[in-house]
Each structure stands twice: as C-alpha cells, then as structure tokens.
C-alpha cells in the first residue's frame, strides 16, 4: 500500500488567499484525522471523521477552517481566508476499526504551510 | 485535557537510559507513543490499552500505572537512531479522540 497520502507537500501563499489541502487516506482504514503541528503548540488535533462523517471537529481553530470527506478515499481541509498564523506542517493520518489492531495510526508525509 | 510530558528535553550519550513521562489529570482510555525524526511524520511506537500494563519490543519499552493516568517510556542503551521528539497521545473514553503531549525532544550523542 502506498500509505497515507498527502498534497500539496509544500504551500506558499499570501494572507487572505484560500488554501485546500488534500489527504488520500490508506484503503480500507475508517478513521480519518486532521493535525497541525507548529512548535508552539505541537501537534494538535483539529478534526476527525469515522467512515466519512466527522465525529468532533471541537479543535478546528474558527470558522476559517472547514473539512470534508466526501468518500472514503478522499478528505479536504480548507482555509479561506487563510492568515500568517495558520502557517504550519498539517498532518493527515488514518487508522483502521478503532485501533482494533495494533492501534496505529498511520501518517502522511505532512503539507507544510505558509502565509506570508 | 492536553497530557503533560516531561521532561521537554533531554541529552544522552550512546548506551545511556532514558525516561519519559506522560501524565492525565483524568483516568485514561489508551495511552499511544510515537517518535518524529526532524523533518519527517511521527511514527507509531506502542499503545498500551490496561492499567499495569507494560509492553515493549528491542530496548523500547512501556508502562501504563494501575489509575490509568500515567505513562512512561523507556529507553534502554540508547542508540544514535533513537534521537528525535516522543509524543505521547491519549485517548479519555473510548472515542477514537487521541490528544499528543507536547513532545520530548531525545538527543543522543556518540
């Protein structure tokens, strides 16, 4: 399998401009998170969904942020207008059955975001 | 509801030990650890699921106490590949929510 798959792996943008950030998770898992790390606040939790739907989206910053999943195969993280303060590496990971295995939650390779 | 981890740093030289804490103010679910090198995704190291638990595969190791709100990680004879940042992730209740501490940078020396 190929992992957890993000884009772009690197943004650049102006403040003000809309950003989307894509994330192909591994086939088969049901879990779907969205982190942003920054070294100030590490890595937080903005949002997750099991089997498409999102079940706590309470760490999603403001309403400048939105996230969908329209399948199981495909999830989206938007920001519109984006700030210099949302610049950061945001992180996509997914897991199968509730950690019914190993627990693991695999991770992509992260989409580094700045806004100048 | 963020876990605490301590300490935020430490420095090690080759074949020396290490201990990292996590702790809850509340009773625990799971306990999940991961390593992130420089520049790369966190990697997924263990998750211990009971109290008393303790789980650990080459010189890495864990525990999980008997209340279920702490956690610690061990390293034993330290090698150069373990240098990098240990989160711990904690989950209260099972929801599938899991919360990182704020990391615990590893350096190891030769």
């Known amino acids: 399998d190929a992992g957890v798959i993000q884009s772009p792996r690197h943004e650049v943008t102006e403040m003000g401009q809309e950003v989307t950030l894509r994330c192909k998770p591994i086939?088969?898992?049901?879990?779907l998170f969205w982190y942003r790390q920054t070294m100030m606040r590490g890595l937080e939790l903005l949002i997750y969904?099991?089997?498409?739907?999102?079940?706590?989206d309470s760490g999603m910053p403001e309403d400048r942020f939105s996230a969908k999943m329209p399948n199981a195969s495909f999830s989206t993280l938007k920001i519109q207008p984006s700030e210099p303060r949302d610049s950061a590496v945001y992180f996509c990971?997914?897991?199968?059955?509730?950690?019914?295995?190993?627990?693991?939650?695999?991770f992509g390779e992260g989409s580094r975001l700045t806004v100048l | 509801q963020q876990p605490v981890q301590s300490p935020q740093a430490v420095i090690l030289r080759e074949g020396e030990d290490a201990v990292i804490n996590c702790s809850s103010s509340?009773?625990?679910?799971?306990v999940h650890w991961y390593r992130q090198k420089h520049g790369e995704a966190p990697v997924f190291l263990m998750i211990?699921?009971?109290?008393?638990e303790q789980k650990g595969h080459d010189k890495i190791s864990a525990s999980f106490n008997e209340k279920k709100q702490q956690s610690s990680l061990y390293l034993t004879a330290s090698q150069l590949s373990y240098s990098g940042t240990y989160f711990c992730?904690?989950?209260?209740?099972?929801?599938?929510?899991?919360?990182f501490g704020q990391g615990t940078t590893l350096q190891v020396k030769p």
């Open positions: 086939s088969g898992h049901d879990y």
């Open positions: 969904f099991n089997n498409n739907v999102p079940i706590d």
């Open positions: 509340k009773a625990l679910y799971s």
């Open positions: 990971a997914s897991s199968f059955s509730r950690f019914a295995n190993t627990g693991e939650l695999f």
């Open positions: 211990l699921l009971k109290g008393g």
């Open positions: 992730g904690t989950e209260i209740g099972d929801t599938g929510k899991l919360i």
